[in-house]
């Protein structure tokens, strides 16, 4: 069992025929991702490098395609544009990787989406990964490892690119099984956060336990701490980033920022441990903390 | 990105904000005209600077005395100001602001933030103006009233009366301040802020009597992934307030952050960015930078960063660690080859690197058979090995 997608996930890519789209969605396809066409408002007729159709709408795609995923590498002035095209055109996951998006867009964006009952991932994410089946961003395949039906399966959620990257591979070190890892992205405002997601990991049956990492800025942790002491019976790791960022710089993400003494590292992990949850010290220690959270270890 | 008080000031007046009359000046030659220009009277003097702590640096002056004043106004501009937030080097005062000092019967504080768990702006309001308004938050929260801003709607007239009837406003003065919130709401969502604030919007005093309302001091920080669509924001970018070293990464695509510490961090994302930064902590060293190269980094940008890092005269050993996912571990490789011979490490390299294309990245590296560098096994060798190493 997975969460959001599988292989049977169709995908759309908007922005196909541009050159992180273009590279992204082969790698897609090589992992053995539907990816059934794209959408390049002006490219409608034409075909891609890949040999897929490209639309000029979303619903022109769905039509044709059969579509049921948006994957989106649009440039940032477009980007929330294209994924309420996506949500409109009756698109039910929508991941939107592009960094840069303006916040004012996303908090449009955000609101429309939902009201349209789609699912939005990211922005500024690598995307979502089903091991095994579906990969839908631009995270490496080869670092995960597909629940195999014999050893243990985490499911994890990440505001962190490579540091997911880091602990997935940590995990597979330790032979212990990805459901679907979701990378929900460094910016103040955006999609689906862990409330959502720790709600899908814990009714997921094949999910033994779920690894959740954070960095500084915003409150989302402290709000998912509490989401877990009330609603979830499944183990939860957790990592936090920016235990040594100075307040009031922006660390890399434009999510990632103490300010007015709020989003610090030590309120998270505080809250964290306060709700019963294993948070590892070290991002070196994030695989063994879950094999001892799984009895592994 | 931030403004300075005095483009503040100008954005709340072409927002039609009541604002009180004010003249910048850029050098001391034009202190005389400047109060002339404002009618005498006392006056306060605030040097132009976005770091924090002036008041008690001595650049921010109360005087009627026009000599006084000048004097001042000659010394803010021919000594850099140090602060706290500053360092011991200072910067250096480009513009200083006079305007006539208002005598004040009320202070209120009036600011517009994005609230990221709701995931819309909010507007929040507290009779308690003029302190951070952190802490007012911290000493008494139910001070501060807030309405949250629907994402498609905007502000709504119920809310300005709302927030006026919270601060006890009525009449003239609702009106009044109605005008100064409705102008700050107003650049919030037009030109793309992450921070607004008016602290204090005053009601001031004349012979005695509650006069009217008026903005005195506003802080705007704007969203970086917006300047693009404002032309005239971009405008009021000061560089002289930036750090050198953090403009030039910009510049290269490059996300870095100077800090305090001693090892230099080359790292490919944000967040294990300030993993590393975290676990050399973590292992009794000290961090000197926050660096992110990226995902679709090349060679010459890893080189540039290389480059940065041992600008930093602190650093006495750097850690390299990267997790090739779209970066790839051969690429950092070739840089790092191409850094020790353009540059030479002076200083100890520890280099942890996993992911796409390793295995050709370790061979380059050990065919290069570079003397200072040090190759490290996992994420908890290299935090061991770079503090040992400094």
Redesign the interface.
Known sequence: MSILVDKNTRVITHGLTGKAGAFHSAQCLEYGTKVVGGVVPGKGGQKSEHGLPVFDTVAAAINETGANCSLIFVPPPFAADSAMEAAAAGIKVIVLITEGVPTLDMVKATKFIKDCGAKLIGPNCPGVITPGEAKIGIMPGYIHKPVDGKGKAVGIISRSGTLTYEAVWQCTQRNISQTTCVGIGGDPVKGLNYIELLTMFEADPATDAIIMIGEIGGTDEENAAAFIKANVKKPVISFIAGRTAPPGKRMGHAGAIISGGQGTADSKIAALNAAGIHVAESPADIGAATARALGLA | MNVHEYQARQLLLQAGAPVPKFEVIDSADGVKQAIKAIGGGKLVVKAQVHAGGRGKAGYVILSDNADEIEKNVKRMFAEPMVSYQTGPAGVKVQKVLLAPAVDIDKEYYVGMV?D??K???VIMVSKEGGVE??EV??RNPEAIIKEWIH??LGVQPYQMRRLCDALGLTGDHAKQATKVIGALAKIF?EK?C??AEINPMVLTKANGHPAEIQAIDAKFNF????T??HPDVTAMFDAAEENPAEMRAKEHNL?Y?A?DGNIGCL????????????????HGGS?AN?L?VG??VTKDGAVEAFKIILSDEKVKGVLVNI????AKCDVIADALIHAAKEIGFKVPVVVRL???NVEKARAMLKEANLSALTAAD???DA?KKVCAAV
């Open positions: 994005i990221r768990a995931g819309c702006p308004i952190e938050n911290a994402p498609h969502l793309d992450s921070l969203d970086d992934n917006a693009f669509r996300s952050i800090l790292v490919n994302g944000a967040g294990l960015a300030m993993a590393t930064m975290d676990i050399i902590k973590l961090p926050f992110d995902g679709s997790f090739g996912g779209i996993e992911g796409t996992d994420l908890t935090a």
